[in-house]
């Protein structure tokens, strides 16, 4: 058991005051979460630009602007901070897309320098076009059913 910085020390067997918040603040979750249903259906109402709650209302406003509220249930999404989650998700997965893409591509065509780099940048382009808000949407659901803010402290 290590101790905050902030805590004085631990007599054996005793608690800190982190570790009591942590231990009311897992408590609350956990039900919170019950509350909210299964973590995989709210990411995939998110990726489909869906509320996580209802599956109903949009959860964007514009491109990569979540809607404060669904106009559907209410749900309230304005404390939510997907920051760079999305943009991160997107590299991951469109890179793992696009370059065993690019060398199957190189493989079995062999095309120009020039023809690549046409190819790949309006491919990858429509990539992030397609995928960033349906990134966007599928963090903004991890976060709501994780019942996350984006401006948590590590304990």
Same mark, same amino acid.
């Given at each position: ?6 805590d004085?020390p631990?007599? +054996?067997? +005793?608690?800190t005051?982190? +570790? ?7 408590a609350?979750?956990?039900a +919170?979460?019950r509350?909210r ?13 869906r509320c ?8 964007l ?7 404060p /509220?669904?106009d559907?249930c209410?749900?309230d999404?304005?404390?939510?901070r997907?920051?760079d989650f999305?943009?991160?998700l997107?590299?991951l997965?469109?890179?793992?897309v696009?370059?065993p ?6 493989t079995?065509?062999q095309p120009?320098l020039?023809a690549?780099?046409?190819i ?7 990539m992030?076009?397609?995928?960033l808000?349906?990134?966007k949407?599928m /963090?903004l ?7 996350l803010?984006?401006d948590e402290?590590q304990?």
């Amino acid at each position: 058991m290590t101790a905050h910085r902030d805590d004085p020390p631990a007599r +054996e067997g +005793e608690t800190t005051s982190w +570790e009591a918040e942590w231990a009311a603040h897992k408590a609350v979750n956990a039900a +919170e979460r019950r509350k909210r249903g299964p973590i995989l259906r709210c990411m995939a109402r998110g990726f489909r630009l869906r509320c996580p709650r209802c599956g109903e209302g949009k959860v964007l406003r514009r491109f990569l602007e979540p809607n404060p /509220a669904c106009d559907c249930c209410g749900e309230d999404y304005s404390a939510i901070r997907t920051d760079d989650f999305a943009p991160w998700l997107g590299i991951l997965v469109i890179g793992h897309v696009l370059v065993p893409l690019a060398i199957l591509v190189e493989t079995l065509f062999q095309p120009s320098l020039t023809a690549h780099l046409i190819i790949w940048t309006l491919v990858g382009l429509e990539m992030v076009l397609l995928f960033l808000p349906r990134a966007k949407g599928m /963090a903004l659901g991890l976060m709501w059913s994780l019942n996350l803010r984006g401006d948590e402290h590590q304990h």
